[in-house]
């Protein structure tokens, strides 16, 4: 066998390292520090057999080849680079970068390696890398490229920091779980071998002598019948995941329930369980776990009932989306799908909440568009209540998570299931706030297709208890969105609106838009989502809209638009009278017909003044289209028709944030002009939201030097504001008629217009409220109206 010429140097230098190498391996040492069990590797056909090496001797006569000493050391060479690179790669993804090290390190053995150098992340990157992990554990391309720029490192830096982050993240849960199951599995195994010595020596428990073979002793009895008992629990878990999935399940792995099986150790269980076993498997451990307490299996049975409940109206959901006609019928008269009632009837047999209440009246729309944000991020805010109210804050006024049945199967959302509360509002004192008690259930389709159903369970859960049913304002239908993943990052998103509410509640101005699904329907929640995700798009996008002035850091617009949030969330509060706030309702006889004040005292808020803050809002009907109104309304250099804060003229724009590419969506600072040199100029802060089901125009007056701690990046919590602004809807009527018989106008020309002010009246907490003070609320809003018609040219 040769390789080549045989050249003394060449030679000499490979059997020298081929020699060394053998005498470390028969010596028991090693080369590599990082490998304790290396192995000399020979190239294919080299020796047909490895010998065994038994002496020094004759390791020499059997590597004094010059090709033999070649092959050794060319594959001693790559086993020691894929080493080296292996390492590489293993250590250049964390927190910390070392330096590559030199291939002479390994030349002898007798040389140690020297010392790696270590480049450490600083606190700074650490601490950004770790806020960008909360929001975002699995950025693209884009948010990595944009992340190592402005963190000066590389993006392969960033990219392995993510993957270690996340397995460190898993492998915590992993751990923690481990222990749990492991605690749980000891403590069975006790159990286990305490009842195995029982049976192999049993004891009558009277006489204390050993029983008969024949005799059933009192606690194998009680055995016995727990066994049953869990057989029929186990039987109605297969059928419920039968139903989950749409086939019937016959058996689940180790269905004899043995103890291991009861406890539920995954040890046991096979580690490639199919969707429904695993989903089966889940809820029994949750079902067993519930049953140590004394109303344990009347909670497992509840759950039970609540799973069938969302299954059925995910059924349901899934139908209404994906039916069109005979289901869904276009009105010739407004042009909108509407819900056949009788089709409707006829496809859902019976209703899966009951019977609909007397008085109670249906309301039913679908509405369908593209947003920017993919079907995963969408479910898991839909599954938060606190990401879900953010994401819709003109809608929702308040929710929460009362319990959480089911967390998902195999880490995902599939299968979630929890009972929520949720306050749904119209910006308007004329309709009251809907508060509904629901099952959120969330089911994965197919890849990328996913669907989340809400159904109210008030009825339901007072009949499972056996007491009289009593109904609240408003009972949630099976309504929800099937989202499906579309092409660089969109999604489509199909929403159905379902309810049944007490129509006696609502003004007769808002009838019509209520009827027609508007006020609370698929298409306020589709054009809030598209309107809310655009606005996350622009935020995180690294380049700022052409008409935005760039003099705000990138610290100034969050602290900005945090503050913003926050007074709009408090206008809307004041205006429909929310649990937020505990407000107490005025009833004086000098007030206008539509106009509702309440009052609050505020303690220890640094977000707002301390003392008592009065709240006046009221609706009114005028004869001009929801955006001429609006575009009024936001207008700096119109604010002086209606607005007393602008002393009479013009103001200035002092800075701008949009939240979209529409105009009329943006956050602005602006200046009111001063009346004479000893008064100082007012800034005030103002939101513009507008989309297709309605605009809003929300302000305040700010503290100068604490927007200047703002734009600077300060936080924004200590700045204290009250609220006031207008929101406009479009009225809803198909006729033109007037409600109140008035001249006919023309479809789409009538908007709903809501005032509303939140006034400091005393700074004093426990001062009472005066007749002066109300009567002044109740004379701005009044002239504030007056002048809004008189500039719009509206009839009084």
């Not at 993804?93 to 330096?99: A, I, L, P, Q």
């Not at 990157?125 to 884009?142: A, G, R, T, V």
């Not at 759950?303 to 059925?312: G, H, I, K, Q, V």
């Not at 006046?616 to 005028?622: D, E, F, G, N, V």
């Amino acid at each position: 066998m040769s390789f080549g010429d045989n050249k003394p140097g060449c030679g000499e230098s490979a059997k020298l390292i081929a020699e060394a190498d053998i005498n470390a391996f028969s010596n028991g040492t090693n080369h590599s520090s990082n490998n304790n069990n290396s192995r000399i590797i020979m190239p294919s056909g080299a020796i047909s057999q490895q010998p065994r090496l038994s002496s020094p001797t004759l390791v020499k006569s059997m590597f004094n080849s010059p090709g033999l000493s070649l092959a050794l050391q060319t594959n001693i060479g790559l086993r020691r680079s894929r080493e080296e690179e292996d390492e590489h790669e293993s250590r250049s993804g964390g927190s910390e970068n070392m330096d590559g090290v030199s291939g002479d390190d390994f030349d002898a053995a007798d040389n140690p390696p020297r010392k790696k150098r270590y480049h450490r992340h600083t606190p700074q990157q650490i601490q950004e890398l770790e806020s960008m992990f909360k929001e975002c554990p699995h950025p693209d391309e884009k948010q990595r490229l944009e992340l190592s720029k402005r963190l000066c490192l590389e993006t392969r830096q960033v990219k392995f920091w993510f993957q270690n982050r996340r397995t460190q993240m898993k492998t915590q849960l992993e751990r923690h779980d481990n222990s749990l199951l492991r605690q749980a599995n000891d403590k069975l195994r006790a159990e286990n071998m305490s009842i195995r010595e029982a049976l192999r020596n049993p004891m009558c428990s009277n006489c204390g002598e050993p029983a008969i073979i024949n005799e059933i002793s009192l606690e194998e009895q009680h055995l016995r019948i727990e066994n049953a008992r869990l057989k029929d629990e186990l039987d109605r878990v297969c059928t419920l995941a039968g139903k989950f999935l749409g086939r019937p399940i016959t058996s689940l792995p180790n269905s004899s329930l043995d103890i291991g099986f009861v406890g539920l150790n995954h040890n046991t269980l096979p580690s490639t369980l199919p969707l429904e076993q695993d989903f089966g498997i889940s809820m029994e451990r949750s079902m067993v776990t519930n049953s140590s307490n004394g109303n344990g299996f009347d909670r497992s049975m509840e759950r039970s009932m609540f799973l069938e409940l969302a299954l059925s109206a995910m059924d349901e959901l899934v139908k209404m989306a994906q039916t069109n006609e005979p289901l869904w019928i276009r009105s010739d008269e407004s042009g909108r799908e509407i819900l056949n009632h009788e089709e409707y009837t006829r496809t859902v047999s019976t209703s899966c909440i009951g019977l609909k209440p007397n008085g109670f009246v249906s309301e039913a729309s679908r509405e369908s568009g593209v947003v920017i944000i993919n079907s995963l991020a969408l479910v898991e805010t839909l599954m938060d209540s606190n990401r879900w109210s953010e994401m819709f804050p003109c809608v929702i006024a308040r929710a929460s998570t009362s319990e959480v049945i089911s967390n998902g199967i195999n880490g995902t959302r599939n299968g979630a299931l929890q009972l929520m509360q949720a306050e749904l509002q119209v910006l308007s004192p004329l309709v009251p706030v809907r508060e509904v008690n629901f099952l959120r259930f969330c089911k994965q389709h197919a890849e990328g297709v996913w669907a989340v159903v809400d159904v109210s369970i008030d009825t339901f859960r007072e009949a499972s208890s056996g007491g009289a049913p009593t109904f609240h304002n408003c009972r949630r239908l099976p309504s929800g969105c099937v989202v499906q993943d579309m092409p660089n990052g969109y999604s489509k998103v199909t929403w159905v609106e379902h309810a049944e509410y007490e129509e006696n509640d609502v003004h007769e101005l808002y009838k019509p838009l209520l009827s027609l699904g508007m006020g609370f329907g698929a298409q306020r929640w589709v054009a809030t989502l598209q309107r809310q995700c655009e606005c996350l798009a622009i935020l995180m996008s690294s380049a700022l809209p052409t008409r935005e002035q760039s003099a705000i850091s990138a610290g100034g617009r969050r602290s900005m638009l945090k503050l913003a949030q926050r007074m709009t969330n408090n206008f809307c509060a004041g205006v429909c009278a929310s649990t937020i706030h505990k407000w107490n309702k005025l009833n004086t006889g000098n007030m206008g017909e539509n106009i509702r004040v309440m009052t609050r005292k505020s303690v220890n808020d640094p977000g707002e003044p301390s003392g008592v803050v009065l709240s006046a809002a009221t609706s009114i009907w005028l004869p001009v289209s929801p955006q001429r109104v609006f575009n009024f309304l936001r207008n700096e250099e119109l604010r002086s028709e209606w607005d007393i804060l602008s002393n009479g003229g013009p103001m200035q724009e002092m800075a701008h944030i949009a939240k979209g590419h529409d105009h009329g969506n943006s956050v602005s600072l602006l200046r009111a002009s001063a009346i004479n040199s000893n008064q100082s100029s007012m800034l005030i802060l103002q939101e513009t939201c507008t989309d297709a089901s309605g605009s809003l125009v929300v302000y305040a007056p700010v503290d100068i030097p604490a927007m200047h701690v703002v734009m600077n990046g300060g936080d924004s919590a200590y700045v204290a504001l009250l609220p006031s602004g207008f929101a406009v809807l479009p009225d809803g009527r198909i006729d033109g008629s007037d409600s109140h018989g008035g001249a006919s106008q023309q479809r789409g020309t009538g908007s709903l217009l809501t005032v509303a002010f939140q006034i400091l009246v005393n700074s004093l907490p426990t001062a009472k409220l005066t007749v002066e003070s109300v009567e002044t609320v109740n004379n701005l809003i009044s002239c504030t109206v007056q002048k809004i018609k008189a500039a719009l040219q509206c009839e009084s």
